[in-house]
């Protein structure tokens, strides 16, 4: 489990404490430094410690590096008919970049209206429900995509159907016990029905269509309704938009290159 944090929020950390914990794991932190001193950063002094990587970057984006290569190690694990641990990385590390490019997109617009790490972070996580789903009820996660896949349904309702409750309610629950920020929370719990988690959920639901639409399908060939609201929420024209998709395959190549051994 990476924890980065203090007991109210293990968002919120201070540097020191990001470091002390990063030093622990010799392998995150050296695949952290590897990241920073890439071309991708563009930094023109090398950076040889943690502690210097998180003056130079700074907590937010220190965290949201730490994440991105320890949900990597987490998909790991070999791929099956049911779940591909690789194909689902993808995804959630195309939709963390959309979300951020959207974040930065609005913040142009409206200086400070969201916080684009943690627009990132909502990314990353907003599917973690589906991990505990394949790890945890496998039998019931393989009848949930054999139904998707027959009966032309979204994800999701075929979660509902099987199971009663859906990933992200799963995700949910285990926000809590992590202790993300509730607008973190409420944007991967509500990416579906983005009308009820706030722009945050707005963000995540374009990102992962976006994603969907560049190929990074993690499960299913589905792609899920897009909520017309959007448009209105985020106010972003369609050539922003393709814009965003091709900064999504952009960073996503170079991020892959960087975490791949």
């Known amino acids: 489990k990476l924890y980065i944090g203090d007991d109210d929020d293990p968002t919120n950390a201070d540097a020191s404490k990001i470091a002390e914990v990063l ?16 071309a991708f950063f563009g930094l023109t002094k090398k950076v040889e410690r943690i502690d ?11 965290r949201s590096l730490a994440l991105t ?24 590390l195309t939709v963390a970049i959309g979300c951020r490019m959207i974040a ?23 599917d973690v ?16 995509i054999r139904l998707a896949q027959t009966k032309k349904l979204p994800l999701y ?20 016990t992590w202790k993300i ?9 509500f990416h579906h029905e983005p009308g009820s988690g706030g722009t ?26 897009l909520d017309p609201r959007v448009w209105i929420e985020l106010d972003l024209s369609d050539a922003v938009i393709e814009r965003i998709g091709y900064q999504v395959l952009s960073d996503f190549e170079e991020t892959r290159a960087l975490l791949q051994d």
């Not at 290569?69 to 959630?92: C, G, Q, T, Y």
Request: hydrophobic share 50%.
């Open 181 to 189: 920020k509730d607008h973190i929370s409420l944007a991967a719990r």
């Open 200 to 225: 945050f959920a707005y963000v995540v639901h374009l990102a992962d269509l976006i994603s969907r639409g560049l190929g990074f399908l993690p499960d299913t060939d589905e792609i899920p309704r």
């Open 157 to 176: 309702d075929a979660e509902l159907a099987v199971l009663g409750l859906r990933h992200t309610d799963i995700g949910a629950r285990l926000f809590e």
């Open 69 to 92: 290569a320890s949900v990597f190690s987490m998909f790991s694990a070999e791929k099956n008919d049911i779940f591909d641990p690789l194909r689902f990385w993808e995804h959630s």
């Open 52 to 62: 210097q990587a998180v003056v130079f970057l700074g907590v937010n984006q220190i």
């Open 129 to 144: 429900g589906k991990i505990l789903m394949a790890q945890y009820f496998a039998p019931a996660y393989e009848k949930i």
């Open 104 to 126: 930065k997109t609005l913040n142009e617009r409206t200086p400070g209206q969201i916080d684009i790490e943690d627009a990132f972070l909502a990314g990353l996580l907003h």
């Open 23 to 38: 030093i622990l794991d010799p392998a995150l932190a050296a695949r952290i430094l590897r990241m920073i001193n890439s």
